[in-house]
């Protein structure tokens, strides 16, 4: 007789887990909110990619694409690779979890760096394996660190690049250097989500790499400079014997059939991107300007968001900080997960929304 106390009981490590918590959304009691939590484009989605989902629309009574056909070739197309290497997902949260359950098993490492997305130890420790922080130094990646912590059970490595809380990224010699120290059964994983962003002569997405070595992947979202977060669409580039794996165990219509059309539109209206990356370069200087002027530390940040440091004295946290601006509408994130209890991270938002946090904080700390 089956005893009435039993239940059902999860495997091994999954109540170990610290929730994901996304940024918050809302400021209770107040009219006008501005989200600046989550890193979203203050430009919003192509007027194409728009259009591109009301045409969809008509047809939902059909299942999607399950090779998502038309958004690989238009990603193949912009970036000049083989639509054979691509593999999308439902976010590259989906991706990253996929790479977990195909190639880590229990006992094996996972590594990622103390300041990284959190997902990583969430889908390595999912996968039964074991989850492997290695520290950073000045809030950036350090080969050395992360080369010294591979064994032989090391399987997976995860380096967003650029990082997000921080904003910061290694240069290309670097991410190679870590590359060339790895054994070649170890799986790189580049998180690319923000390389849209970035403009720097010393930095690379993983594409180069990913071509010429047969355990790099690259990874990349829809959610940031192309607007369509609320579409939850990711992509990752391969080598072949990745992606044959990974499609053996992916759901058979892992991506719907407005994301695969709106993604696909998106990514070839040059023009809307070129003026999201323009509003992001401008803004990204002027905030770290006007905080930095207020006496706040900024972390120099090559993505669309920038990680403000405050001191301890009353009056003056980040726990203070997140108050007062709340209260006024202005929604940023709090990243003590991420291993900063004292710092805010700010998405670049609309000049009204980057003015308007500028003008708080100055109000804030005069009154401190």
Not at 118 to 129: E, P, T
Not at 316 to 342: E, M, Q, S
Request: glycine content about 8%; hydrophobic content about 40%; aromatic content about 6%.
């Amino acid at each position: 007789m089956t005893s009435a106390k039993k239940k059902p009981t999860p495997k091994k490590g999954v109540l170990d887990i610290a929730a994901y918590v996304p940024g918050k959304e809302t400021a209770p009691g107040v009219e006008r909110v501005y989200k600046l939590s989550s890193n979203e484009t203050p430009l919003g989605p192509s007027p194409k990619a728009v259009q591109a989902l009301a045409d969809v629309s008509t047809h939902l009574e059909t299942y999607p694409d399950g090779a998502s056909h038309l958004l690989r070739e238009a990603i193949a197309e912009v970036h000049g690779l083989n639509p054979a290497n691509i593999l999308c997902g439902n976010g590259s949260d989906e991706l990253l979890g996929l790479l977990c359950q195909t190639y880590l098993s229990p006992g094996d490492e996972g590594i990622f760096t103390e300041h990284g997305f959190l997902v990583y130890k969430i889908q390595i420790i999912g996968a039964g394996a074991v989850p492997i922080c290695v520290p950073e130094t000045d809030c950036r990646a350090d080969v050395d660190a992360i080369l010294s912590a591979v064994t032989e059970r090391t399987r997976i490595i995860f380096l967003a690049n650029p990082n997000n809380p921080t904003g910061t990224y290694l240069p290309v010699e670097e991410v190679r250097r870590l590359h060339a120290g790895l054994p070649g059964n170890v799986l790189l994983v580049l998180d690319a989500a923000y390389s849209e962003y970035v403009r720097r002569n010393d930095y690379e997405s993983g594409i180069e790499l990913v071509s010429a070595n047969e355990n790099v992947v690259m990874t990349r979202t829809f959610s940031k400079v192309y607007g369509l977060a609320g579409l939850r669409i990711g992509w990752l580039y391969a080598p072949l014997a990745v992606v044959d794996a990974m499609n053996r165990i992916r759901g058979p219509f892992n991506v719907n059939a407005a994301a695969i059309a709106a993604g696909a539109a998106a990514i070839r209206d040059r023009e809307h991107i070129d003026r999201a990356v323009a509003h992001n370069q401008t803004w990204i200087a002027k905030l770290t300007e006007g905080l930095e002027a207020l006496g706040l530390k900024v972390t120099p940040s090559v993505g669309n968001f920038v990680l403000i440091h405050f001191g301890d004295e009353a009056g003056k946290t980040a726990a203070d900080a997140d108050a007062f601006l709340t209260c006024r509408g202005f929604v940023l994130r709090r990243v003590t997960a991420y291993g900063f209890p004292n710092a805010l991270r700010m998405s670049v938002g609309s000049a009204e929304a980057n003015e308007g946090v500028l003008a708080a904080l100055k109000e804030l700390l005069e009154k401190a």
